[in-house]
């Protein structure tokens, strides 16, 4: 997993709440990707972003949710008045990716588990 | 395009067997395919991949599969070992395209 470092790798909350996720991308890279897990599931896409830029967020929930990748610091994806159903777990995925293009050199974090109470 | 919520299927191998994981993709344009494997409380980790110019492609005890006509991913593992014991998604990329598309994963249990 290659660097990819997500923090912090458990996070519980009330219901109401605000989550903030974050993640920093392998040295390098300029491409980050949010995906959200559920138990037994497989990876759901969230938003793909560049350097201050949200390239694609089709699969973010318009209320809530929002995320960042600034051009200095980590990729913040926060979750904003969370709910029971948030709890899951979200993984931070970087690339390269000089064209945008999904090759193998895509890595991911170890994710971080939110648990809402 | 992400994978439906359902119970994983669950392959058990015995130690030392070959494991051969299957998976069905749903896009005709999809032109690359990748294999991870999800150890229990980690991240997806990348296994192989292989284009769609390809029908076959080998790696260190891994082999993947692709039949194009059928739209079906095959991921053979050699020697089956305990660390091989992992939840393994296939992933598909449309062509020009940045998302990857999740099958549902196989969960392979190793018996000793």
């Known amino acids: 997993n290659a660097g990819v470092m997500q923090n912090p790798r458990h996070l519980v909350r009330r219901r109401g709440q605000e989550a903030r996720l974050r993640c920093s991308p392998v040295?390098?890279?300029?491409?980050v990707y949010w995906y959200r897990q559920l138990p037994e599931e497989g990876l759901k896409f969230m938003v793909y972003?560049?350097?201050?830029?949200?390239?694609?967020e089709s699969g973010m929930p318009k209320e809530r949710f929002s995320a960042e990748f600034p051009k200095e610091g980590p990729s913040i994806l926060r979750i904003q008045q969370v709910v029971r159903g948030d709890s899951a777990a979200y993984f931070c995925?970087?690339?390269?990716?000089?064209?945008?293009?999904?090759?193998?050199?895509?890595?991911f974090g170890e994710g971080s588990r939110l648990t809402v109470l | 395009g992400e994978s439906v919520g359902l119970h994983l299927p669950t392959l058990s191998v015995q130690e030392g067997d070959n494991s051969i994981i299957n998976c069905a993709y749903s896009n005709s344009a999809s032109d690359y395919f990748i294999w991870y494997k999800q150890e229990s409380g980690k991240g997806p980790q990348f296994i192989i991949d292989?284009?769609?110019n390809m029908d076959k492609r080998q790696g260190q005890r891994v082999t993947v599969l692709l039949n194009k006509t059928v739209k079906h991913l095959s991921l053979q593992i050699a020697a089956t070992q305990p660390g091989d014991s992992a939840v393994y998604f296939c992933a598909e990329i449309p062509d020009s395209n940045y998302q990857l598309i999740w099958g549902a994963g196989t969960k392979l249990i190793i018996k000793p």
């Open positions: 040295k390098g890279h300029s491409h």
């Open positions: 972003l560049q350097k201050e830029n949200i390239i694609d």
């Open positions: 995925a970087s690339s390269r990716g000089t064209s945008g293009r999904v090759t193998g050199e895509l890595f």
């Open positions: 292989i284009r769609s």
